[in-house]
């Protein structure tokens, strides 16, 4: 089934947000995506508000980089943010950009270590399980939240290259592509994604209004090196 979003991003001053969240709840889209690039807007911050902003519209973050939070963190916040809203919110992590993990200091030698032990930690947290694990960055001890979700959210993985991709199928319960990628690079993504269970696809499919949207829109998927509108498969899937 075909789920029909729409994506708030974050290049945006954070108090158009409001007017942004109530449009699409009113026009009846099902989810509303938020984006946590380096400096802008805080993704849970921003999430909370457009999810008390609307009443019906799922919320979701797209990505967290698990550089940026401890997972118990990480864990509290998606449960306060699952309960609070009655389970519209709909989580995201991922490795994040590693130059922007290097400029705050946490840009791991594994990212793919800190991925799956990240994970495999906020799953267990958020179904209610006293976590003890001591991982290559993951180390808990005895640690169980006193509010877990009453419905435990899925979990998205932003995955671009093909390990990545796997192992978002394997700790995962949805995956996120790049904005942009072509009907190519998903059927790419797709054979990579090592899932035995139903797992959901999210991809942010850019679009241009207006005089000149096609130019624009062009020059804007050339700038940040990813597939061109119209012309499709002519860039390489992300590694």
């Given at each position: 089934m075909t789920i029909i979003g729409a994506i708030s991003l974050p290049?945006?001053?954070?108090?158009?947000?409001?007017?942004?969240?109530?449009?699409?709840?009113?026009?009846?889209?099902?989810?509303?995506?938020?984006?946590?690039?380096?400096?802008?807007?805080?993704?849970?911050?921003a999430a909370a508000a457009a999810l008390a902003w609307t009443d019906r519209l799922?919320?979701?973050?797209?990505?967290?980089?698990?550089?940026?939070?401890?997972?118990?963190?990480?864990?509290?916040?998606?449960?306060?943010l699952a309960r609070l809203s009655g389970g519209r919110a709909l989580p995201g992590v991922g490795h994040g950009v590693q130059?922007?993990?290097?400029?705050?200091?946490?840009?791991?030698?594994?990212?793919?270590?800190?991925?799956?032990?990240?994970?495999?930690?906020?799953?267990?947290?958020?179904?209610?399980?006293?976590?003890?694990?001591?991982?290559?960055?993951?180390?808990?001890?005895?640690?169980?939240?006193?509010w877990p979700p009453a419905e435990?959210?899925?979990?998205?993985?932003?995955?671009?290259?093909?390990?990545?991709?796997?192992?978002?199928?394997?700790?995962?319960?949805?995956?996120?592509l790049t904005g942009g990628t072509s009907p190519a690079g998903v059927a790419r993504a797709t054979a990579h994604i090592a899932a035995t269970a139903p797992h959901e696809l999210v991809v942010f499919v850019p679009a241009a209004f207006g005089p000149g949207a096609a130019d624009r829109l062009l020059a804007q998927q050339r700038s940040y090196g990813i597939d061109h509108p119209g012309v499709f498969g002519s860039q390489p899937f992300g590694g």
């Open positions: 290049y945006n001053p954070p108090e158009n947000l409001r007017a942004v969240a109530r449009a699409a709840d009113q026009a009846g889209l099902d989810e509303l995506w938020l984006w946590e690039d380096c400096f802008l807007s805080g993704g849970i911050s799922k919320v979701g973050i797209g990505i967290m980089p698990v550089p940026f939070r401890n997972v118990a963190v990480t864990a509290m916040e998606i449960a306060t130059e922007w993990m290097g400029q705050i200091g946490n840009r791991p030698a594994s990212p793919l270590t800190l991925l799956r032990e990240y994970a495999t930690a906020l799953r267990a947290l958020l179904r209610g399980e006293e976590v003890t694990t001591k991982g290559r960055y993951v180390n808990l001890d005895a640690v169980r939240l006193d435990v959210p899925p979990l998205y993985v932003g995955s671009t290259g093909p390990k990545t991709l796997a192992l978002g199928g394997e700790v995962g319960d949805g995956t996120i």
